[in-house]
């Protein structure tokens, strides 16, 4: 079972901060790569970061030096801190493990108020 699954959504005003976090079981989450993507209303699903087994990580153009991914292994845990949030940034943030095929967690709100 690698079902991933996140908390820590919520309501914030702009330049505010949350930090997200995917726990997912399996003995395999320390040697796979893990990733955060969101999607607002009305668009499509896009990447928002992607933390590799040994620390790599990438991030989408429209969020660097605000949001960072880590993880910790030992507690098979990804987060996502997210600093200074506007309001373009509301989505539904969804927890990915991937592997031969992309496990989804449910998705969390995050709603940024102006």
């Known amino acids: 079972q690698v079902q991933p699954v996140e908390s820590g959504g919520g309501l914030v005003q702009a330049g505010g901060s949350l930090r997200l976090s995917c726990a997912a079981s399996g003995s395999i989450f320390s040697l796979v790569s893990m990733g955060w993507h969101r999607q607002a209303p009305g668009k499509q699903r896009e990447l928002v970061a992607t933390i590799t087994a040994g620390g790599n990580t990438t991030y989408a153009d429209s969020i660097k030096g605000r949001f960072t991914i880590s993880r910790d292994n030992a507690k098979r845990t990804v987060y996502l801190q997210m600093n200074s949030l506007k309001p373009e940034d509301t989505a539904v943030y969804y927890c990915?493990?991937?592997?031969?095929?992309?496990?989804w967690g449910q998705g969390t709100q995050v709603t940024v108020s102006s």
């Open positions: 990915a493990l991937y592997l031969s095929s992309t496990y």
